[in-house]
């Protein structure tokens, strides 16, 4: 009876490491130690492994399609309405050009780089998406792991975030500092001296960028030390956040939302107080979508093109995948459309 051929579960098996990594270490790809990869090497040599042919016709062949793994609840696409626009805008380009999404929810940042590298290892996709960058840590001097975990796999990769997050990958960005310097200058015109912000996930590049510039327009315009309350972009805890500014002495009479999910659980919030909005209570929205629009009073907002948004995203990895290189794209900044919800204070 012929022997079994050795296969790659045989290498690793004998190496203790995993079948991904065997795949990098025989086509030498980066991911694994140069140690690792000798001794993979070795392995293979010494069981007689040899490479399938239609194996490696199917390794050089693209697979058409692009990753996009996100570290967010589940649930969280149901109700939010950015990265379903994100998602539409990036699907609308895909499809005229013959490529596929594959989209996983992941527990976190290193459960994504994971999911990363085994896409890439088993020729899932042929370039990613990086979403929610994280900024270079100040104390430690390191920047998103995801960042150079993707760079280093040698995957073609487009970071959907300010190019200084972005390190050697491709950005894709909105200006979010101008945008909030032009709400926070909006309020104050309308005679606002109390605004506060009920914000995103604090170590995310873009909010911290939010919060930067409206410490900066802040204290230009004499306003002081802003009110910033961080959370996880849900309802839940953009209720929360509100019932706690509106409850405090100093209350504001102005609010601004990270995201519109947030702002209409605090126009709920301040309803269910008692608060006329916008005589007593100012508040604006950033992402215009359907929900701004259909409450009662409808919602100043920062309206943006988040599904072209999304196809730039997509148009911009398709040209690195083909091209091996493509050029960082700013997208058009949000732009304030005042509505009902805000107001010269009572």
């Known amino acids: 009876m012929p022997k079994n051929r050795p296969t790659i579960a045989d290498i690793a098996l004998r190496a203790g490491v995993s079948k991904v990594a065997v795949s990098y270490a025989l086509n030498d790809r980066p991911g694994v130690s140069p140690s690792t990869r000798a001794a993979i090497k070795a392995i293979a040599e010494e069981i007689g492994w040899q490479p399938n042919s239609a194996a490696r016709a199917l390794t050089r062949a693209r697979a058409d399609t692009v990753g996009l793994a996100l570290s967010r609840p589940a649930r969280m696409l149901g109700v939010e309405p950015f990265f379903m626009e994100l998602i539409s805008g990036i699907e609308s380009e895909l499809s005229t050009r013959g490529y596929a999404l594959l989209l996983q929810m992941v527990s976190g940042p290193a459960h994504e ?34 960042v150079t975990g993707v760079a280093g796999l040698g995957l073609p990769a487009v970071a959907i975030g300010h190019p200084s997050a972005a390190g050697p990958l491709t950005p894709v960005w909105s200006d979010d500092a101008g945008a909030l310097r032009d709400t926070v200058s909006y309020l104050h015109a309308l005679g606002h001296r109390r605004v506060a912000r009920v914000a995103g996930l604090a170590e995310l590049t873009h909010t911290r960028m939010r919060d930067r510039a409206q ?18 972009y849900s309802g839940d805890e953009g209720a929360h ?106």
């Open 113 to 146: 780089l994971e999911v990363y590298r085994r896409w890439w290892g088993e020729g899932r996709v042929d370039g990613v998406f990086l979403a929610d960058l994280r900024e270079t840590d100040a104390v430690h001097g390191e920047p998103d792991p995801r």
């Open 215 to 232: 410490r900066e327009i802040c204290a230009g315009l004499g306003l002081g030390e802003p009110v910033v309350v961080h959370t996880d």
């Open 241 to 346: 956040a509100t019932r706690r500014l509106v409850s405090a002495p100093d209350r504001p009479t102005a609010i601004i939302y990270d995201n519109d999910i947030m702002a209409v659980a605090g126009l709920s919030v301040a309803q269910e107080m008692g608060l006329d909005v916008p005589a007593d209570l100012s508040l604006v929205a950033w992402d215009d979508s359907q929900l701004s629009q259909v409450v009662r009073p409808p919602l100043t907002a920062l309206r943006r093109d988040i599904p072209a948004y999304g196809a730039l995203a997509a148009r911009t990895l398709l040209t690195l995948v083909a091209e091996g290189a493509a050029e960082g794209r700013e997208d058009t900044s949000a732009r304030l459309v005042p509505r009902g919800s805000t107001a010269p204070p009572r």
